[in-house]
């Protein structure tokens, strides 16, 4: 904790950017989902429920940025490859 602290503090931009790029997603999952807080108690259980909501956030995005054709195109290349 000692070193990232250090780090984070030598580099006051580099902090900032990341967190810029960190932040979207959390509000993005806070926001569609009511999302404050986990459903489920054990450690096991909520990386299995932060698992599935960051699969369906990297889902969509992805969805969003390629376009339903070219879901559907790479989708199927891959399938021709892996047989």
């Known amino acids: 904790m000692e070193r ?6 030598a580099l006051p931009r580099h902090s900032r950017e990341r967190s810029a790029l960190v932040e979207h997603p959390f509000g993005t999952l806070k926001c569609r989902a009511g999302w404050n807080h986990f459903l489920v108690r054990g450690l096991r259980k909520v990386r299995g429920e ?16 390629l ?5 559907r195109d790479c989708c199927a290349q891959k399938v021709a490859i892996c047989g």
């Open 50 to 65: 932060w698992n599935l909501m960051a699969l369906v956030y990297n889902f969509t995005r992805m969805l969003n940025i």
């Open 4 to 9: 990232h602290r250090a780090r984070m503090a």
């Open 67 to 71: 376009g339903l054709q070219a879901l």
